[in-house]
């Protein structure tokens, strides 16, 4: 992995905070839609401090540089930083948050500067708080990027791709029929509205995708749903006829039109749908808590917004059973994927003695991959990583700046793609020669934590926080762990990662209950720094399942997987499984080839390698 | 359980909300200190609803009164509320919380009354801020108790029962070392000083016990910890000259002074530990997320004050190893009482004949466990309980108003001790009969929990909400679900509840990592209306295990159970136990045996009942 030198944007960026009075600038990952993947003219914080990763947050004072990861990015960010910058490895024991290191070094009265359209509102406010609190002077929204300002000219443009119109074969459900249940919403919450900021929801409410941002599928814009209108937010350029067409009913305003007009609405007063009573209190605007704090500031602060956890994030969480049934299309398709790539690596590596790199694998999967009907391109950058890279938690290799996989060591590949009926993600750890003990213990270990989550029942109302325990008891036994989620949310034809459920040890997990519907990861791992890494990744789906008895008349969920392609069979250690252990790992192998074998009618390779690993034990 | 009627309480209440300009009146169950449980002359909850439960917030307007409640109490309380009462069942779908609900009737804008000293300040400003956004005027701190003055004569008298030292075999710390301790918290968080209102914290921090509580050995007191003093507050007549001798060095104020004293502390400069730094910001006092409005507003209110998990409450929670060694030791002890009772129960239901009933049971427990060496008292109401009353959580039995036993039904007996060296808590269901198929399988299933907690292992820093599920697994995959917590913190020779720490969805729990030295409660359990119910009730203390790997160099941490009385061989069903259960029950039975055997060697009723319940399956 590549170093930036940083010296030079640093010491043009200190100049910056100076002018603009500030004497700590932060520089969040987001783009002003609270993304988690972005377009390159977004990436402001790789551009200041050289590190790729998806999360982080990089500080700059006069004299010092920080930048917070997580677990995942802990190996990454160490080798990409320069020594300009101090690593702080979030949610190590006795390391600061980012939030805690900067309202430290603005103790004694320093002002604290951010784009304000890169920071959420309650980020913001908290901050703001804490800042003050501990003696620092504020939180200090300026209003240029100072990053873009040493960026210059050498900034990649704002992309301005097609919109399309995604049909009702794969959507569903009517854009119509879901604002109106919006409307519902906003009229239990007695709001005067809600600004939609996040761009996989404009995305779903609207039934349109986009390609603005590499692999997720959406637009840059905004919208606003009231009880009577009903606004997109988006340079027209981006519509043909065919999709205006579609949008019939809804107002067309420029992108960045959105503040000013926002600054209007709330000051105006608040269409109240036909009541005239005067006692009510005045309606607020609703916007969801991943809404920026500029969005905040434009609607009128505090007094004029109700933030809540978003209606429309919460429904496009639950899917409807065309989008059910495309997960589960799309991922017979994209497990014969996987599959024909798993045999056709085996039989270079181990038959035929071919030198491969990382790139070259996940290229030839890219290749598979596009063949398959309603492809339309890849999820996320392909994790294709062999021995010690497999522990990189989210590696990427680069063409010509990657390791040539050794078929005697464990090959890591994560990957997935979108298809017009759904979005996939897999990642299966494989093994081409004589795996070591250690190994084959590990992989049992992740094995036994993802089919424990997949067989859990739990009544309704419980949350992904609760269930994340059941993935790691086998690993904590054997005194191992892994420092990430184990499930996150995942789109239909939109973002890989979506919220707001998600399986694992954060807090906001415990606000969701887990709901029928609901599309999520099983994804387990096991990594050893500088030696190997293992991680199995099903998609499991919410559904109500029959139990004994039915306590409290509520229903009881479980989960059903997607995912479609063999675990590996010479890394299982089956003296270690139980008995149901076994059967489930039978009677998935079973399914696996049930559903696939059929592409494999004229491919014997493939077809001989899946009977071999999905045979019984 | 018997109804009180309420109309005439009410009507009073009402017409004194009138007086004080208040149109909604708060009482909840706490006392000044947020202590579960209280003192009779506290119980004002109790005395305006009539329901006797130890958790339950009652909201009066002027024409409604709702009590609102926790699946414990459900049963309970709808038994013990008259026609002018609604019950809000917390937790329930689609019912508001007592919050909500008071927010909802305040809407209009209309005043909402509290008695600042029965509500703490973080639950007082949410509630504030909730009711103004929704269109309410305000919560008012009300000075005068109102329910208070509807009692009139009639309110029993604030207990002054003496206080006395706890000795060092069996505090195991000076108190002189853990206000050392507490004093470099406060130059770590940089604050003035502390401040201590809970009362077992008070007990705990000064080695001295009371009794101005039923079952907790606390005595109403408040104290203030500074860099370079400790005042306690508390009626000196409380202190004989010993307890005084024991105190030296601490300065003795009376118990209501607190108040004004803090005013007069926090508007002088705060202590800076001889520090002349005229730069640092001013050092401000901490109290306690648990301390009340009223501290809160005596200390200058937000400005002045840091609220924070109690620095006291998490040492208290990690047991020293005098305290840890007195909890097996006073375990062994208990244990044993439990095994005469039962012995002694089932040879006067089954071989005698005997009528008995709940409290003569119960009476019967208490004195065997009187005799016992260290016994100071009980450590809260005995819970005996037979067939339906067993599935009544926090059921009470009162002389000549509860059932007789029932020997073909299960009972069910949640009884605990305060000894010198420690405190008991100990729930085991019995069947003296034949239990029915739903009953074994039920028991079973809880007892799987029960194990499954026990044997966790987790690395340092999981929480109680992370391991919670781990008791349910079992009861949820059969569609069984119990409504309580599965594990409180233990006191030594304090309360029987304590916090920070806890087993259970209450998402706090989530926020305290659970250490080395705390001692905690393993209970699951199931209940049928009206039918029966099950809990099985170990005390586990938190203990480093020995792991086959080690990674992340952090400890991996599990439990040693400390109680010692059998499970109940009738009620077990031995086919659904996997091998490594029916080890754990082997083991654990025949420890059983060997630390309690002793006891019986001239009691061979006790001694065949113990081999008969712990023979080896």
């Known amino acids: 992995m590549e170093q930036v030198d940083t010296t030079e944007r640093l010491r043009q960026l200190r100049q910056l905070m100076s002018k603009h009075k500030v004497d700590i600038y932060i520089v969040p990952s987001e783009d002003a839609h609270s993304s988690e993947y972005i377009a390159p003219t977004d990436a402001r914080r790789e551009f200041i401090c050289g590190f790729t990763g998806s999360a982080g947050t990089a500080i700059v004072t006069h004299d010092k540089a920080a930048l917070a990861t997580d677990g995942r990015y802990f190996n990454q960010a160490s080798k990409q930083l320069d020594d300009n910058w101090t690593l702080l490895k979030q949610g190590l024991q006795d390391v600061p948050t980012w939030q805690e290191w900067t309202v430290e070094q603005a ?11 890169t920071i959420t509102a309650p980020e913001g406010k908290k901050l703001a708080e804490k800042i003050k609190k501990k003696g620092g002077k504020d939180l200090v929204g300026v209003a240029a990027n100072l990053v873009d300002e040493v960026w210059g000219s050498k900034k990649p443009a704002r992309p301005n791709e097609p919109v399309k119109v995604l049909g009702m074969e794969y959507a ?93 609405l709330s000051s105006s007063e608040p269409a109240t749908n036909g009541s005239t009573e005067s006692k009510a209190p005045k309606r607020k605007y609703l916007v969801s808590t991943k809404a920026s704090w500029a969005l905040h500031q434009a609607l009128g602060g505090e007094e004029k917004v109700d933030e809540v956890r978003s209606p429309v994030g919460d429904s496009k969480a639950v899917k409807n059973e065309t989008e059910l049934e495309g997960m589960r299309q799309c991922h017979i398709r994209d497990g014969a994927a996987l599959s024909e790539f798993f ?40 994790i294709s990583s062999t021995g010690p890279n497999a522990a990189v938690i989210h590696y990427k290799p680069e063409p010509g700046n990657c390791s040539t996989i050794d078929p005697k060591k464990v090959y890591l590949c994560d990957s997935g793609a979108q298809y017009l009926d759904g979005t996939t993600d897999t990642t299966r750890t494989l093994h081409f020669g004589e795996p070591t003990e250690m190994e084959r213990e590990a992989y049992t270990l992740v094995l036994k934590g993802n089919i424990a989550l997949e067989l859990a029942v739990f009544p309704k ?24 989620g184990t499930g996150h949310g995942v789109g239909s034809y939109l973002n890989v990662h979506e919220g707001p459920i998600g399986i694992g040890t954060r807090v906001q997990y415990s606000e969701v209950p887990l709901s029928i519907g609901n599309v999520i990861s099983d994804e387990p791992g096991y990594y050893e720094d500088g030696n190997f890494g293992i991680r199995i990744e099903n998609i499991v789906m919410v559904k109500e399942v029959q139990t004994k008895h039915k306590f409290g008349d509520k229903p009881y969920l479980g989960f059903e997987h997607v995912t479609m392609t063999p675990m590996c069979r010479k890394l299982i250690d089956t003296s270690m499984l139980t008995e149901r252990e076994r059967d489930w790992l039978n009677a998935y192998h079973k399914e696996v080839l049930e559903k696939t074998g ?18 019984p034990y």
């Open 107 to 117: 103790e004694d009265g320093k002002a604290v500067g951010v784009d304000p359209t």
């Open 172 to 264: 569903g459900k009517t854009f119509g029929d879901k604002i109106e249940e919006l409307r519902k919403e906003l009229d239990k919450k007695k709001a005067a509205g809600f600004v939609v900021s996040m761009l996989d929801e404009i995305a779903w409410l609207f039934n349109l995708r986009g390609s603005d941002i590499p692999y997720n599928p959406v637009f840059f814009s905004y919208a606003v749903v009231t009880p009577t209108t009903a606004t997109l937010y988006v340079d027209e350029s981006k519509l043909e006829e065919k999709v205006k067409g579609h949008l019939e009913g809804v107002n067309i305003r420029p992108y960045d039109a959105i503040f000013t007009d926002l600054t209007t």
């Open 343 to 382: 045999a056709w690596l085996e039989h270079e590596l181990v038959q035929k003695g071919t030198s491969l790199d990382e790139v070259q694998a996940a290229d030839k999967l890219e290749e598979i991959r596009s063949k398959r009907d309603k492809f339309v391109g890849l999820s996320f950058d392909t």
């Open 461 to 484: 109302g419980t949350s992904g926080f609760a269930l994340d325990t059941l993935a790691r008891q086998f690993l904590w036994a054997s005194g191992l762990e892994y420092r990430h």
């Open 598 to 615: 059929g592409f494999f009618k004229d491919d014997q390779r493939t077809r001989e390698w899946l009977e071999r690993e999905c045979a």
